[in-house]
Every structure is written in C-alpha cells, then in structure tokens.
C-alpha cells in the first residue's frame, strides 16, 4: 500500500445520529492518516436532500472532537479544495455528468416515475431484482436534445459497457473481478439535479485528492462502478479498504432497535469516550499483541490494516462494559475526578465534602460512570435505614455488637481534631482502638459505614466515609445511629 501524502476522508451523510459502525469508519480513517503523516479530510454528504435533519451537522463535529479525531479540513475550518459540503458543490457534479455523456460514458434517461414502476413491478413478478433496462441508453442525439430542449425532466444514466469484466483491487479482499453485465446503468444525477451518492463520491475524491478510500463493506459492490467511472474520466483510482459489518449476531446487524448502536447511546450508558473508541476499535481488528487497551495515540502506533477483519465484528456489550472499567481504573485521578463530577453532582451537592476521597473510592468501583449517582446518593441526607443494617453473618456483626463498636470508637473520633480529619489520621485512630479492643476490623469498620451511609453498598469503607463526609457530619450520624440501637 502506498504511503506517502497519504489523504484520507470521512464522508458521512448528516442523518442525525452517529451510528458507531460510521465512527469506527472515522476512527480508521483518521488512524491510517495519521500514522503516515497525511491529511484527514472531513466532507459532509448532504446530497440526499429529502433525509434532511436539523442539526445533524453539528452531531457530527461534536462526536468527532469529543473522540479527539480532528480533521485537517472541512466545512468548518475549510482547506485548498472546498467547500467541503456537498451540496455546496453542486454546479461541479452537473458539470462533470455532462463532461461524461459528452464521453460517451453516460446518457440522459427520461423514463418517467410511472413507468420505473411499471418495469420494477414487472420485474418483481418475475422473480428479478429491480433494475434499469436502458430504454434511453440508445436514444438517438436528436430525440434527446429535443426532449431536453423541451424541458422534459431527465436523469443522467452511467453507461456501463454491456460485456467484459471489471476488476478492481481493495487492499484487504485482494482484486475482486465482476462481469459487466451484472452492473446497472446507475443514476449519476437525480431529477433534481443533486448528484446521488454513486456518482458525487467518485467526483469529490477525486477533486479533493483523496488517496485512499476507508469505508463500510455495504459499498464493496458498487465499487467495480465507480471503478469504470475514474477510469471513464482517466482518473487515478484510489487505494480501497472496504471494512466489514459490526453485527448484534451472526444472523443481525447491530441497528438501532437494539437502542445501543449510536455513539450518543453509550455515553448516555456512561461510556468513557477514550473507551468506546478503544473498544470499536477491536470491532473488526485485532491487535498484534495481548494488550487490548490503547488510547487513540497507542491506536495510531499499533494500527496495522493486515490485522483488520473479513469476516463480521459480533458486538460484545459485556466486553465493551470490561473495557469501559479497565479504562477507568487506569486513567489518572484528576482525569477519573473530571469525568465522574458531573455524575457525583447529580445525587451530592454538597461543598463541604472531602471530593478527592470520594473521587479515590469510586475510581476502583467503576465500570459505567452511570452507576456513580446511586453510590453518592447518602452525602447529602442520611437515608432512613433500618438496624438490620448491622447484621453481617460474615463479620458476626449484629445490632447489639453495633452499638458496643460505636460507643467505642464515638470518643475516638471526637477526639481528632478538625484539622487532622484525613483518611490517614482516621486510619490510625480507629486502627488503634480496633486493636485495644481485640476485635476483627469489620467489627468496628462496618457498624461504623452503615451509620455513615444508612445503605448497605457504598463506594469506600468506613474510614473512608467518615473523611469524605467531615468531622462534624461523621459523628451526627455515628450518635444518630447509637440512638437508634439504643
Ligand atoms: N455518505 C456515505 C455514508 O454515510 C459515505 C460512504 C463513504 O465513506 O464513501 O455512508
């Protein structure tokens, strides 16, 4: 595979939503591009007028900055070959359409909506797929110009050549050769002028230098098309790397009724970003070595296109969700505190709290940051709990042992002065009196965590709690919990 000013691009269509087959698309894209030094190119494919949706542009570049993959040009920032939204760039596919009849490699087809029916419906009843037959192909020059000097509404055709074979090479299948006649006479331009996606790819790559072409493998049989049209203009073909499917199953692809194949779904699950990409990532190619966690720069080292796949990904959400906890426990504290503050601050206001202890205990406990709101949930208020609470078969603790551990570690506590209420000094006040008492740690260690949380999971232990809850707040609640036991 050539290497050398290498330019890649991500062409999605603006539908609304980012499908996480298409970011995985991006992620190569971009990956391949910047491992050789090359360009990354964004172009926006909004020919297809009629699925139009508001704001489906800025999905798009949100979900491409938020995952890090930056594009060297694009609509927004521009480059030496925009514009870079396709139905800015109408006039040149009109241009071009015509340039190829002139050719000879295209014609004007004015079969009417009606009769397209008629012939699909035909056809249908035949047991054949529905496809064009080149009624106009052979329209004398004359019958055309009149016709279009009439203003009758037209489409422009591909004029595939009706024998030979058409071969072309895509760097993970090899040469894939396909007998002309299994090809349609493609719409390169629709009634209304716009190009369809068929034909606007073709010209767009060409005209923005793309160099290799990173997509779905739903496009692996149109290729040999799009192969006749560069050859039809005398343009060079671009390096392809088809990519296969992402599937639910080995019979399913994995769409959107099953409510998790956008990008925005996960992140609503409360997926890492850096995950998901790492995760989509092995959808479809394996590293070369054990390790399977890498963040995008890891990615763009160990990306090599011999370990992507031929055969479908079978998405693993039990995976994704291992991969999502081993990335939380590996990022650093301020970059795990960044990403759970904005869950933690739905359940707990609270100022006064010791964050980074609580930010400490929840980042080894971890595996959706969703989970986050319900572990933080007895900050603010202390829960009503029952003395229940205490019993614990395995520490042998009961409501009655509750009420001696409490009693006994109260005074301890109260005797740290506000200022040395650190995890460390609560560690070794509480230790000590654990020790004096000759009893296991949980006997004291857990009366004391249900008396701060009143729940009975809790991210961190009760040492813990008492630093992340404060002095005062601590020993309300240890005494609001001997008073119960009382
Ligand atoms: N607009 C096409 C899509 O969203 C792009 C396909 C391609 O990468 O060429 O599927």
């Given at each position: 595979m050539k290497t050398e000013n290498i330019r890649t691009r991500f062409a999605p269509s603006p539908t609304g939503f980012m499908h996480i087959g298409n970011l995985r698309t991006a992620l190569y894209t971009y990956i391949i591009a910047k491992k050789y030094g090359g360009k990354f190119i964004l172009r926006i494919e909004d020919t297809d007028q009629g699925r139009f949706v508001e704001g489906a542009t800025d999905v798009i570049y949100n979900t491409l900055r938020a995952c890090g993959l930056?594009?060297?040009?694009?609509?927004?920032?521009?480059?030496?070959?925009?514009?870079?939204?396709?139905s800015e760039r109408m006039g040149i596919f009109k241009e071009y359409a015509e340039k190829l009849v002139e050719m000879g490699h295209a014609y004007y087809c004015f079969c009417t909506k009606e009769r397209m029916e008629q012939l699909h419906a035909e056809q249908q009843a035949q047991g054949m797929t529905p496809a064009y037959d080149r009624h106009c192909r052979d329209l004398p020059k004359e019958e055309t110009e009149k016709l279009l000097a009439a203003g009758t509404p037209y489409v422009i055709r591909q004029k595939i050549p009706l024998d030979g074979t058409t071969t072309f090479h895509d760097e993970l299948y090899g040469d894939i050769t396909v007998p002309n006649a299994d090809l349609d006479d493609q719409?390169?331009?629709?009634?209304?002028?716009m190009p369809t996606y068929n034909f606007a790819n073709v010209v767009d790559d060409h005209l923005m230098g793309i160099t290799h072409v990173i997509r779905g493998n739903e496009y692996l049989s149109s290729t040999p098309k799009y192969n006749l049209l560069y050859e039809a203009f005398g343009w060079e073909v671009p390096t392809y790397i088809h990519v296969e499917r992402i599937m639910?199953?080995?019979?399913?692809?994995?769409?959107k009724r099953d409510g998790d194949a956008y990008f925005g779904d996960f992140v609503e699950k409360g997926y890492y970003i850096p995950a998901i990409l790492n995760y989509i990532a092995l959808l479809g190619w394996a590293p070369k070595?054990?390790?399977?966690i890498f963040t995008l720069d890891e990615l763009i080292k160990e990306f090599?296109?011999?370990?992507?796949?031929k055969s479908p990904a079978i998405f693993d959400p039990v995976k994704m969700k291992a991969i999502n906890g081993e990335w939380l426990r590996k990022i650093s504290h301020e970059e795990f505190k960044a990403a759970a503050l904005p869950y933690i601050r739905q359940t707990c206001k609270r100022e006064d709290i010791n964050m980074d202890v609580l930010v400490n205990a929840l980042q080894p406990r971890t595996e959706l940051l969703t989970e986050i709101p319900e572990k933080t949930d007895f900050i603010d208020e202390l829960p009503e709990y029952d003395?229940?609470?205490?019993?614990n078969k395995k520490m042998k603790t009961t409501p009655e042992t509750a009420l001696s551990a409490l009693n006994a570690v109260l005074p301890v506590l109260e005797d740290i002065p506000e200022s040395d209420w650190t995890e460390e000094k609560l560690h070794e006040a509480v230790f000590a009196e654990i020790e004096r008492l000759g009893v296991k740690n949980g006997w004291v260690l857990l009366p004391m965590r249900a008396a701060l949380s009143g729940k009975a999971l809790t991210p961190g232990g009760g040492i813990e709690l008492a630093a992340i809850l404060g002095k005062s707040d601590s020993i309300s609640r240890i005494k609001k919990a001997v008073e119960k036991l009382s």
């Amino acid at each position: 595979m050539k290497t050398e000013n290498i330019r890649t691009r991500f062409a999605p269509s603006p539908t609304g939503f980012m499908h996480i087959g298409n970011l995985r698309t991006a992620l190569y894209t971009y990956i391949i591009a910047k491992k050789y030094g090359g360009k990354f190119i964004l172009r926006i494919e909004d020919t297809d007028q009629g699925r139009f949706v508001e704001g489906a542009t800025d999905v798009i570049y949100n979900t491409l900055r938020a995952c890090g993959l930056n594009w060297d040009e694009g609509p927004d920032i521009g480059g030496p070959v925009g514009p870079y939204i396709q139905s800015e760039r109408m006039g040149i596919f009109k241009e071009y359409a015509e340039k190829l009849v002139e050719m000879g490699h295209a014609y004007y087809c004015f079969c009417t909506k009606e009769r397209m029916e008629q012939l699909h419906a035909e056809q249908q009843a035949q047991g054949m797929t529905p496809a064009y037959d080149r009624h106009c192909r052979d329209l004398p020059k004359e019958e055309t110009e009149k016709l279009l000097a009439a203003g009758t509404p037209y489409v422009i055709r591909q004029k595939i050549p009706l024998d030979g074979t058409t071969t072309f090479h895509d760097e993970l299948y090899g040469d894939i050769t396909v007998p002309n006649a299994d090809l349609d006479d493609q719409i390169l331009l629709k009634a209304d002028g716009m190009p369809t996606y068929n034909f606007a790819n073709v010209v767009d790559d060409h005209l923005m230098g793309i160099t290799h072409v990173i997509r779905g493998n739903e496009y692996l049989s149109s290729t040999p098309k799009y192969n006749l049209l560069y050859e039809a203009f005398g343009w060079e073909v671009p390096t392809y790397i088809h990519v296969e499917r992402i599937m639910r199953d080995a019979n399913h692809k994995l769409s959107k009724r099953d409510g998790d194949a956008y990008f925005g779904d996960f992140v609503e699950k409360g997926y890492y970003i850096p995950a998901i990409l790492n995760y989509i990532a092995l959808l479809g190619w394996a590293p070369k070595g054990e390790n399977e966690i890498f963040t995008l720069d890891e990615l763009i080292k160990e990306f090599d296109i011999s370990g992507l796949s031929k055969s479908p990904a079978i998405f693993d959400p039990v995976k994704m969700k291992a991969i999502n906890g081993e990335w939380l426990r590996k990022i650093s504290h301020e970059e795990f505190k960044a990403a759970a503050l904005p869950y933690i601050r739905q359940t707990c206001k609270r100022e006064d709290i010791n964050m980074d202890v609580l930010v400490n205990a929840l980042q080894p406990r971890t595996e959706l940051l969703t989970e986050i709101p319900e572990k933080t949930d007895f900050i603010d208020e202390l829960p009503e709990y029952d003395t229940e609470l205490f019993f614990n078969k395995k520490m042998k603790t009961t409501p009655e042992t509750a009420l001696s551990a409490l009693n006994a570690v109260l005074p301890v506590l109260e005797d740290i002065p506000e200022s040395d209420w650190t995890e460390e000094k609560l560690h070794e006040a509480v230790f000590a009196e654990i020790e004096r008492l000759g009893v296991k740690n949980g006997w004291v260690l857990l009366p004391m965590r249900a008396a701060l949380s009143g729940k009975a999971l809790t991210p961190g232990g009760g040492i813990e709690l008492a630093a992340i809850l404060g002095k005062s707040d601590s020993i309300s609640r240890i005494k609001k919990a001997v008073e119960k036991l009382s």
